[in-house]
């Protein structure tokens, strides 16, 4: 199976953000070793993984697409927000997959270095909903029925919904 190569942009105010889309699987071990400094005394990661189901119908797998320019261009925004809002933020990560997943699969990763452990989880927190509120990401869930159905991740911010 051919897979297109990383779409990874570090261009963000703070040269060592840490910015991708990409067919790859993701990696905690990368995206915790990305989000480190000397200067941390928290990283914090989240990690969105593909579930069993959602609203109690089995789901078999996901499947996303990205309009990437501007998805990435959202990343670098978050990015940028985020060392104006927290000044000693070190490094922030935020890579999110493409393709179709399987149940368990990494679907996004968002890592952020800070000094203290409470500015880090909030900024790692507003980069994970700012993400999924703003980014052109969309997912596709198939369903154990063979049925399935497109889920823009802005929408599931919209009506509520963790998805």
Request: glycine content about 6%; charged content about 20%; hydrophobic content about 40%.
């Amino acid at each position: 199976m051919q897979t297109k190569p990383s779409h990874i942009l570090s261009d963000s105010k703070h040269s060592g953000d840490s910015l991708a889309i990409t067919f790859a699987p993701l990696l905690l071990s990368e995206a915790y070793a990305l989000a480190d400094d000397r200067a941390n005394g928290a990283i914090v990661v989240m990690s969105g993984t593909v579930r069993h189901q959602t609203d109690g119908k089995p789901v078999v797998a996901l499947e996303y697409q990205a309009y990437e320019p501007m998805a990435l261009q959202i990343f670098r925004q978050i990015a940028n927000d985020i060392h104006t809002r927290w000044l000693d933020a070190n490094r922030v990560v935020i890579h999110h997959r493409t393709g179709r997943l399987e149940l368990g699969e990494i679907s996004v990763l968002v890592a952020v270095g800070c000094p203290h452990r409470a500015e880090a989880f909030e900024a790692c927190q507003y980069a994970i909903d700012t993400l999924k509120h703003n980014a052109p990401i969309w997912k596709k869930e198939h369903w154990a029925d063979g049925s399935s159905s497109w889920v823009s991740i802005g929408a599931c911010e919209q009506s509520g919904e963790d998805c």
